[in-house]
């Protein structure tokens, strides 16, 4: 018994002092002191090499190596931790930017490999500020060339999502380098505040992640890396508002062309190739202009600038977007697979779509007007959701003002054509008749004939909107299904 007492009590205080020296180290910062030491015996036992990055060339030009390493090495979790750093304001008022200070000795890992970069500021040469690589010799053929690659890499992503994005149009000039114009891009729409089914939201936003990593799939295939998609549907339904999310959902700049600004086909050659890598290149109202005919682009033009020997040899990661009214009157070559990717339906409002707008606008998410509107929308009645936007912001103070507002838009401006307006005008006339003869209950003015024509319409909605429904598909139409948040 006394065996497994003082047993005990040994395991206990090994325990005690194993956690004494836990607090010990980490409390006081006696850890990073011991790993400093470690490493300093460690590197008794390796031979390093050391590779200079110089902020100028021979010839006092700037090297783009010495930038973008320093953009790097300001995004790695080891700058913050460092025992100094000096801190600056980015290029926006809330942006703070990390900067190594001279002969401060940033760590860093890769493929299993520790190296080291160090800042050595000399005022005695050229080049005054030079970033010092320190790789094992041992290591320096496996992740040298891969590691430079890495940080191209990194540093790229980290400047585009630094940058601000920019809007970009065609202007008439008679210089070559001065067809565009362009202005701060601010637009505040994303993918969290536009309308639209949730499903075909998150699909939209899966194909275009895929889309940014398969560089080298498309190499191997042979085809330009670039992303085609066709927004049709009525306006006011949301497609420019589509577009502006999509650029700030990948951070890429947004060429809009103006068709009526450009003079013929290789002036629309032209365009393309001022435009850069890294954009959405923008035509808005494709088939207006494909009927009109006093635009200098013909359809060849149009279909070379879509998916022609020039556009594969332009700047690469692009996403080209044409929007219409509708497609049935278009020349199917232009809806093609390759030059068209992905066909995106936008339709006017329904109800489901209405209550995602009531929940943002007016921040409803029920209404005892709700059942008036549901019946509305099933007569096949309906108003685009800019319009119905509209109605709810300028009545956002009282939701049950805005409410009856759309309801009386509905009745007059809706898909009926006033019908709705005309069968409530017949109710009314019904019910005065009625007043005056009780006993006339017959005809098509009376109350029974009235509901029955109510109850048939409603029928006939429900019915042209399940049909409605079941005939969308996942990459024509974006369907509008209910249970959506406030923010969708």
């Not at 709700?370 to 956002?396: D, H, K, Y």
Request: with cysteine; net charge neutral.
């Amino acid at each position: 018994m006394e065996i497994l007492y003082t047993s005990f009590l040994l395991l206990f205080i090994i325990a005690s002092l194993l956690f004494l020296l836990r607090v010990l180290l980490f409390k006081t910062g006696l850890i990073f002191i011991t790993k400093k030491w470690w490493r300093s015996i460690e590197d008794c036992f390796h031979v390093y090499q050391f590779f200079k990055v110089p902020e100028f060339n021979e010839s006092t030009q700037e090297n783009q190596l010495y930038q973008k390493v320093s953009i790097y090495l300001s995004s790695l979790a080891s700058m913050e931790d460092s025992d100094y750093t000096n801190l600056f304001t980015g290029k926006k008022s809330n942006d703070i930017t990390l900067h190594l200070d001279p002969n401060q000795v940033i760590d860093d890992c890769f493929l299993g490999a520790r190296v080291s970069w160090i800042k050595d500021d000399k005022s005695d040469t050229t080049s005054c500020r030079t970033l010092v690589l320190k790789v094992r010799r041992a290591d320096k053929r496996r992740i040298l060339r891969p590691y430079l690659q890495h940080i191209h890499i990194t540093s790229d992503e980290v400047e585009q999502k630094k940058k601000g994005l920019k809007l970009y149009i065609n202007i008439d000039s008679h210089e070559q380098n001065r067809r565009w114009r362009s202005v701060p891009f601010n637009h505040p729409s994303t993918f969290d505040t536009i309308v639209m089914d949730s499903d075909l939201k998150n699909k939209l936003i899966s194909d275009l992640e895929s889309f940014l990593k398969t560089k080298q799939y498309y190499q191997r295939l042979g085809r330009t890396w670039k992303r085609s998609y066709l927004l049709y549907g009525p306006s006011g339904t949301g497609k420019s508002s589509f577009v502006a999310a999509m650029a700030n959902f990948i951070g890429y700049d947004v060429y809009d062309i103006d068709l009526s600004r450009v003079l013929d086909d290789s002036d629309l050659k032209t365009l393309l190739l001022r435009t850069t890598s890294k954009s959405v290149i923008l035509i808005e109202d494709l088939d207006r202009f494909l009927m009109d005919k006093s635009t200098g682009v013909s359809l060849s033009g149009v279909l070379n600038f879509m998916d022609g020997i020039l556009n594969a040899c332009c700047a690469e990661e692009r996403i080209m977007v044409f929007t219409m009214n509708g497609k049935d009157h278009v020349d199917p070559a232009i809806l093609r697979p390759g030059r068209i990717d992905v066909h995106i339906h936008f339709p006017l409002c329904d109800f489901a779509a209405f209550k995602t707008l009531a929940c943002s606008y007016l921040g409803v998410k029920d209404h005892k007007l709700f059942p008036q509107v549901e019946e509305i929308f099933l007569t096949g009645a309906s108003l685009s959701p800019a319009e119905i936007g509209e109605l709810m912001l300028a009545n956002r103070n009282s939701p049950s003002r805005a409410l009856k507002s759309v309801i009386t838009a509905l009745q007059t401006d809706g898909d009926g054509r006033g019908s709705l307006n005309i069968r409530r005008q017949w109710t009314d006339d019904c019910s005065r008749k009625s007043t005056d003869d009780p006993g006339e209950h017959s005809g098509i003015f009376s109350r029974e004939g009235v509901h029955a024509m109510k109850d048939f319409k409603k029928l006939y909605g429900l019915l042209r909107f399940k049909s409605t429904k079941i005939s969308e598909s996942f990459d024509t139409t974006p369907d509008r299904k209910e249970g959506q948040s406030c923010g969708s």
